[in-house]
């Protein structure tokens, strides 16, 4: 690198949307001109072609396009009649839209700590949490894979089968990872997705999925995403949303959806390398060898309250980081009145002062992320 470069450092992005398109192209721009010349911009034939694109990629009976990953969660909770009085369990070391959507619907977060490995929802947590519920009634859990990583789906289906909880899996961050041997889209009886720009698949805009081998929950998603209707268009048969994905962002995703295990390989590539360049400076983030996934962020802890003095040096080296996330959803002002487990949340509290995520996609080439890991390194003194 030039004595140049050094002083007056380019920016590199976070997450490289530009590359991908690059790479994309025409592709894209056609399937786009293809729907602006049949004009059927809502629930047209790219709709259902994407919903089965979606079924096929993880084996699924039903993929139900939906406007976004928040509305995902709702309309999941909404098909099992969750609401007043309900309690669903959920961590707070997440994306605030997974404990909203519960809040939405009436029904009771209760916020469960999660595990200091894996960053997900705790076992023995829950369990202290479906104790602490008290005069609600416990529904359901929501466990998150969060940054990419799918939460251990054996350990809390067990706990939910013996206190009649549904698992609604929070997969907005982890579509296209595999917990033993099995995708995500199976390992619950209802997941949902996000298809937000900066996902590990995002199409150009808002859209979501839910998936469920369940023919009568894909019934009533289905019914619920459009106004909840009914066989007949104006006996509408429940009280539903404006909640479906636009044809045009489905032709964009099923571009995607062709070259996304590619990048699948690639995103693991990149946090291979992170994770030989910097086990010894830093707590780099463990997969179990029975996991793989698709690392939304690459999330790596700094202890002893040096991560502010860290962001701001990478920063100074044209290096962007963030923290996922600063105050988790219990802390938040809206949130505060709402449930936790008991014993506290102490690994959650401990990860929102530690954590930092670095650039992370499927384009970062080696020389960029050699620039990345050198700056790292250097930030943290080694
Ligand atoms: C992004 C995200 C959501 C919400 O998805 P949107 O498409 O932005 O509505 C929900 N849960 C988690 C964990 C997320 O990361």
Redesign the pocket.
């Known amino acids: 690198m030039t004595q140049h470069a050094r002083l007056d450092p380019i920016t590199i992005p976070f997450v490289d949307v530009a590359a991908q398109r690059r790479r994309l192209g025409a592709r894209i721009d056609e399937a786009i001109a293809r729907v602006t010349a049949h004009c059927q911009f809502i629930m047209g034939p790219e709709v259902f072609a994407c919903e089965a694109d979606l079924a096929a990629f993880c084996g699924v009976r039903h993929a139900i396009t939906v406007?976004?990953?928040?509305?995902?969660?709702v309309l999941a909770l909404m098909a099992h009649g969750i609401g007043p009085g309900d309690a669903v369990f959920c961590p707070s070391f997440?994306?605030?839209?997974?404990g909203?959507?519960i809040a939405l619907t009436g029904a009771t977060p209760v916020f469960v700590d999660v595990d200091e490995r894996s960053f997900n929802i705790d076992p023995e947590s829950l369990e202290r949490a479906i104790a602490a519920a008290g005069d609600l009634r416990p529904r359901a859990v929501m466990p998150?894979?969060?940054f990419g990583l799918p939460a251990d789906y054996d350990a809390i289906g067990a706990i939910a089968a013996r206190h009649g909880l549904t698992v609604i899996a929070?997969?907005?961050?982890s579509f296209g990872a595999t917990f033993r041997d099995r995708k995500v889209g199976t390992l619950a009886p209802v997941t949902?997705?996000?298809?937000?720009p900066?996902?590990p698949l995002g199409c150009y805009g808002?859209?979501?999925a839910v998936f469920t081998d369940d023919d009568t929950l894909a019934a009533a998603l289905r019914s619920l995403r459009n106004h909840g209707e009914g066989s007949h268009r104006y006996d509408n048969v429940r009280i539903g949303l404006n909640g479906r994905m636009d044809t045009i962002q489905c032709a964009v995703l099923i571009e995607k959806l062709k070259i996304f295990p590619d990048e699948i390989a690639a995103r693991n590539r990149v946090a291979r390398r992170y994770g030989d360049a910097l086990a010894d400076v830093a707590t780099v983030p463990v997969v179990p060898n029975d996991s793989h996934s698709v690392w939304?962020q690459y999330t790596i802890r700094i202890g002893s309250g040096r991560r502010d003095a860290v962001q701001q040096a990478l920063r100074a080296e044209g290096i962007p980081s963030v923290v996922y996330y600063p105050t988790p959803t219990h802390r938040q002002t809206a949130y505060r009145g709402y449930p936790a487990a008991a014993g506290g949340l102490p690994v959650t509290e401990r990860l929102s002062a530690d954590v930092l995520s670095l650039p992370m996609h499927a384009y970062l080439d080696e020389p960029t992320q050699d620039r990345i890991i050198a700056a790292v390194r250097r930030a943290l003194g080694a």
């Open positions: 406007s976004n990953g928040t509305d995902a969660l997440t994306f605030c839209a997974t909203e959507s998150v894979d969060l929070d997969a907005a961050q949902t997705t996000s298809f937000f900066a996902k808002d859209g979501g939304a």
